[in-house]
């Protein structure tokens, strides 16, 4: 028996199509239209590309003897061209790369990322209409990827210049660039979290969005809808060396903060406080007495520091740098590094339990050997068998905690310490009935210690002073 539908049901049926439709044609009106953002910014973007001579030295295998070959042998042709008479002349190749940059002023002043042009002999610039430039390097950043170039150039098309700090997560975004040499390309996504920190560059608070970004978009620009350039389109995350929906650029507003140095001086520099900091977790903010985990904690002051000269203790939690709030350990890098030297600032700490305002007069950040070597002091152990982590104590910290010789300053507890009370920020004194002497002395003690019995541990503690704790080591641990 067939089933023949009502009137009324196709009428549904004809309704509901009709308003699918309708949707369909709303959403697509409320999708971006970036034809004419493309159209006007296009053509201040420029394709950059370099080339690298590299010399390389053919050797013949040891094992490998030239034979004696009659002189009108076309192989003697061969070994002249690849071995000179010591079997190591050296061979000459050109390395070529490409990138993109964008034109900040019109008297031909272009941004790139530093890692675009480094160690190039020859930079070329090309404009949209086909012109080529032979372009000068003025000065390049290695900690934030930027670079700024000048070609001999007038009356160019430029950019508008956003802020990336009034951005928000979910805000479209484009980015125009030259993918694998393919030039001019657009490519569109949303902002996909702001202020990430990235291995090695404390720096740099950025941006990350799902704009697809491959080899030869580094440089370029990051849009807003209002058609403002917002970032410098820097680097991505992957496994397979291509696109994978992660990709960052540097806020606009750093990266104009170094071309503009760059231009001054030649050179950049930045703010340094002098602190090693982590962020505060949930267990840690528990231990401090804190209500949530926020802040950065230091887990050292760097000796002849800023921080050092202001007071500033291992222990110490920043919740604010001048005006701005401390959420995280990572916020803290970026807002000092574009603090002016030789600024007083104030800083908000939590200080066992109460909150102290230190006035900071920002350093100049050295380099990385010189901090390096000044972390390297006062002495710090590595986290032993018993989970922790201990450095020598400062003169600083002596005086404060009276402290005339020996002792080491916690500032790492898990594991067996952990549990048997042993917290950050703890000095201890005396392990098995031992007075401790230094790390060295202290890392000997703990590899002598015996199992299944419990020792002594005597740490001196800021609120409570001196306390002996039980320690004890079982064949499981």
Do not use: C
Request: proline share 6%.
């Amino acid at each position: 028996m067939k089933v023949f539908p009502g009137k009324a049901f196709v009428f549904n049926i004809v309704l509901g199509m009709l308003g699918l439709f309708a949707w369909s044609q709303v959403q697509a009106r409320n999708l971006p239209d970036f034809t004419q953002l493309a159209e006007k910014n296009s053509p201040a973007v420029v394709n950059i590309s370099t080339t690298q001579k590299i010399k390389r030295h053919p050797r013949i295998p040891e094992n490998l003897q030239i034979p004696d070959l009659p002189e009108d042998s076309p192989f003697n042709d061969f070994f002249r061209h690849f071995f000179d008479d010591e079997g190591n002349s050296p061979q000459e190749r050109d390395a070529k790369s490409l990138g993109s940059g964008f034109i900040i002023s019109d008297d031909g002043y272009v941004m790139t990322n530093n890692h675009v042009i480094r160690d190039a002999d020859e930079v070329i610039v090309r404009l949209s209409d086909r012109r080529e430039f032979s372009a000068k390097v003025v000065g390049s950043d290695e900690r934030s990827d930027v670079a700024l170039l000048k070609i001999d150039a007038s009356s160019l098309p430029t950019v508008k210049m956003g802020k990336s700090k009034d951005l928000k997560v979910g805000e479209w975004v484009l980015a125009i660039g030259s993918p694998f040499g393919f030039d001019h390309s657009v490519t569109a996504g949303i902002v996909s979290a702001k202020g990430r920190s990235l291995p090695r560059e404390n720096y740099v608070p950025f941006i990350q969005t799902d704009v697809a970004i491959n080899p030869g978009n580094s440089g370029g620009p990051l849009f807003n809808l209002d058609g403002e350039v917002v970032g410098v389109n820097s680097q991505i995350y992957s496994r397979t060396g291509g696109f994978m929906g992660l990709s960052f650029a540097i806020p606009i507003e750093v990266a104009m903060n170094v071309a503009n140095q760059l231009k001054n001086t030649g050179h950049v520099t930045r703010g340094w406080l002098g602190v090693l900091i982590q962020d505060v977790t949930a267990e840690l903010a528990e231990s401090f007495g804190m209500d949530k985990p926020h802040g950065a904690l230091v887990s050292r002051v760097l000796p002849d520091s800023p921080a050092a000269k202001a007071g500033f203790e291992v222990g110490d939690i920043i919740l604010k740098f001048n005006s701005d709030e401390v959420d995280h350990s990572k916020d803290l890098p970026p807002l000092v590094g574009r603090t002016p030297i030789d600024t007083a600032v104030p800083v908000r700490v939590l200080r066992q339990g109460k909150l102290r305002t230190l006035k900071v007069v920002i350093g100049e950040l050295p380099g990385d050997d010189e901090i390096r070597v000044a972390s390297d002091k006062p002495k710090t152990s590595k986290q032993n068998r018993i989970g922790l982590t201990v450095t020598d104590l400062s003169d600083a910290q002596r005086k404060k905690r009276e402290i005339a010789k020996g002792g080491v300053l916690v500032s790492q507890s898990g594991g067996i310490a952990a549990r048997a009370g042993i917290r950050q920020g703890d000095i201890i004194e005396m392990l098995n009935n031992e007075d401790i002497k230094n790390v060295e002395h202290f890392e000997k003690l703990v590899k002598a210690l015996p199992e299944n019995r419990s020792v002594p541990v005597l740490v001196h503690r800021a609120r409570s002073g001196p306390v002996f704790l039980a320690l004890k080591i079982t064949n499981d641990e």
